[in-house]
């Protein structure tokens, strides 16, 4: 099979891809349609590490074959519906990266692509280091706090059932080494380094996040991650060693996520 050969964009033009259904073990098949920005069809669009570059695998796109960074077509097996086609938007198969102009005008259309998307999806990587019980925490908490971010406040949330820990920003959170643990690795993923971050996450709305097959909305997982970041930098309490390590952390990925 040759490999696949990209018809070209004209004007405001980007390219959709129709992620086609199938069972986890099933080849990788996509095809590609344009859409004018202005008005485009409805969309998500993935936000992502593309891993290395070295590690590359082959996707059938339409009649032909696209090699795709190993990383990436992870992230689609996650993301393909075993019952529906899904339709994304995403740089390393939407943009033709051998076509250097086509690239370079693609990317200064990015902002706009990712806010007009009907969701943007952050997918930070295979389920590993107890990844969704992180997840699940974070989640968990997100739904008893309410956070005013315009104030820099949080307060219960009405639903909550008053937590004497919530109320006092002094104490430590009573998290057991694998809870621990699995949040902190979460934060050190590469995904939160990435410089696109910002843009690609902070122009969408609804946005979600997506580590294997968990999902949860992106506001869940920044409200418990923002509180969980403010008790260990308040936590009077709180293990010299422990508070070290989590501002640490905070402080290399909490920038570009709030």
């Known amino acids: 099979m040759e490999s696949y050969r990209y018809s070209p964009l004209h004007g ?49 796109v339409h ?8 990383n990436l077509a992870s992230s689609l097996r996650y993301l393909r519906y075993e019952d529906r086609p899904r339709v994304l938007w995403v740089d390393a198969v939407s943009m033709n990266q051998r076509d250097v102009p086509e690239r370079s005008h693609q990317v200064t259309m990015m902002g706009s692509i990712f806010q007009k998307a009907a969701r943007v999806v ?34 219960p949330s ?14 430590w959170l009573t998290l057991d080494d694998e809870l ?11 995904w939160f380094q990435r410089l696109w971050v910002r843009q690609e996450i902070r122009l969408a709305n609804p946005k979600a996040i997506m580590c294997g097959l968990k999902e949860t909305s992106w506001q869940s997982f920044r409200d418990g991650f923002y509180y969980v970041r403010l008790k260990a930098n308040r936590a009077r309490r709180s293990p010299r060693a422990m508070a070290i390590r989590w501002r640490r952390a905070f402080r290399d990925s909490f920038p570009r996520i709030s």
């Open 158 to 171: 009405k639903l909550a059932v008053v937590d004497p820990v919530l109320l006092d920003h002094n104490s």
């Open 12 to 60: 405001e033009e980007i390219r959709l891809i129709t992620l086609h259904p199938g069972p986890w073990d099933d080849d990788l098949y996509v095809e590609l349609h344009h859409e004018d920005l202005s008005e485009p069809a409805p969309y998500e669009a993935l936000s992502y590490v593309w891993g290395s570059i070295d590690d590359k695998v082959p996707i059938r």
């Open 122 to 155: 952050a997918w930070i990587g295979n389920e590993e280091d107890d990844s969704a019980y992180a997840l699940d925490y974070l989640e968990n908490l997100s739904s008893r706090i309410e956070v005013d971010w315009f104030n820099a406040t949080i307060r």
């Open 180 to 190: 621990l643990n699995a949040i902190e690795k979460l934060f050190y993923r590469e």
């Open 63 to 70: 009649a032909g074959l696209l090699s795709i960074t190993r």
